[in-house]
């Protein structure tokens, strides 16, 4: 027994130290002087005109934009002939349940150029993109995540985010295929063929997109490029999007336990066992002040080395406080969405199961011609 926990803890300790792999750059693709300009940006877009205000920020780019709008709404109608006035192209969509997931699915069909970036309506491209959609076409690549930063970095809560941003970013170089909503570059065909085993659940969706690729033995690169978009600005604001955050990180790791332990089984034990089982002995250590007080500095103090090793392309002096603004993440939200998961999948009437099997299956798509 003593051997057992002996190994795991040296797995655990091994996994703290996992963005130190974030220098070795095999799986990274870095746009240079070619260029190729087959690729179209689909930009889902519902509930409300207000979440595309930034469109003047992608007018260098209009030519090859789709805006995949929800009209279910008059406003939303109104708004699809305001911007083909403005001269924007616009697939107007009708779905059930508006999401970017469905979204993007359904615009999709519309799509007759090689390559898809999927970009979220608030989010900004300060790189040039033809070169890094050719890097992307050189490396054959099937889907590539990109990296997302914040853009508002205008006070203590979203300069923490700013960081947590940046080294969360360091992971995909050596875990492509967690994609963000704010933006993925894929192959048109082969995103075709992810949005069919797709659940179109909201939370965790965009991850979900590179979770299928994966499934699906598909060439899995990270586009080395930044975008950039606004985080929230406010404590309540922060908490709501993390809240809708953890509710996804609920579905992948519970309710998608079987195929994730098949697929990913040392990434799954761990955060399972160190963010979700914990959990309660976390607290415990909270209620018990004399061991808090005892432990909390010695704890704090590694955390700080360990953070600030294994991200020193990113060391930041907001790494002295991030313990606690992690602590305080851990320890609440993690509970808060998976209430807030319950409460979704009721009003959905369904889990989010994955649609891929436990076997993962090589399913490529067709090739079509560049130009």
């Keep these: 027994m003593a051997d057992i926990a002996f190994v795991a803890a040296l797995i655990v300790v091994a996994f703290d130290f996992q963005n130190l792999l974030s220098w070795w750059r095999g799986r990274t693709v870095t746009p240079a002087h070619d260029k190729l300009d087959d690729y179209t940006i689909i930009v889902p877009l519902f509930g409300h005109p207000r979440y595309f205000d930034r469109r003047d920020d992608l007018l260098s780019y209009q030519s090859n934009v789709l805006v995949a709008l929800d009209v279910s709404k008059p406003i939303m109608a109104d708004f699809a002939e305001r911007l083909e006035g403005e001269g924007w192209r616009v697939e107007r969509l009708r ?6 997931a ?31 959609i050719a890097a992307a076409h050189a490396a054959g690549a099937d889907i590539c995540s990109t990296k997302c930063a914040v853009a508002n970095r205008v006070n203590v809560v979203t300069k923490l985010q700013a960081l947590e941003y940046r080294m969360a970013m360091l992971s995909r170089h050596f875990r492509p295929w967690l994609t963000s909503g704010a933006c993925f570059l894929a192959r048109t065909e082969a995103l075709r063929i992810v949005m069919d085993h797709h659940s ?59 195929r994730n332990l098949m697929h990913l089984p040392m990434m799954t034990g761990y955060y399972i066992a160190t963010i979700w089982v914990s959990l309660y002995f976390k607290w415990w250590t909270m209620i018990d002040l004399k061991t808090l007080l005892a432990t909390l500095p010695i704890v704090t103090a590694a955390y700080i080395f360990v953070t600030a090793i294994t991200n020193l392309q990113v060391l930041s002096p907001w ?37 891929f099997g436990y076997r993962r299956r090589r399913v490529l798509p067709a090739v079509a011609p560049s130009g």
């Design 200 to 258: 179109m659940w909201t939370p965790g969706e965009d991850i979900e997109t590179g979770r299928i690729a994966f499934a699906l033995r598909m060439r899995i690169r990270h586009l080395d490029i930044v975008v950039e978009t606004d985080a929230p600005d406010t404590w309540p604001a922060l908490i709501r999007q993390r809240r809708l955050w953890w509710a996804g990180a609920f579905r992948h790791l519970w309710i998608n336990m079987d």
């Design 95 to 100: 779905v059930d349940d508006p999401n970017p």
């Design 102 to 132: 469905a979204l993007l699915k359904e615009a999709l069909r519309a799509v007759t150029t090689t390559y898809v970036l999927r970009l979220d309506a608030d989010t900004v491209i300060r790189s040039d993109l033809s070169p890094a």
């Design 319 to 355: 790494m002295l406080v991030l313990p606690l603004y992690s602590m305080a993440q851990v320890l609440v939200m993690p509970p808060l969405g998976a209430v807030h998961y319950v409460v979704l999948a009721r009003r959905r009437g369904y889990l989010g199961r994955y649609g």
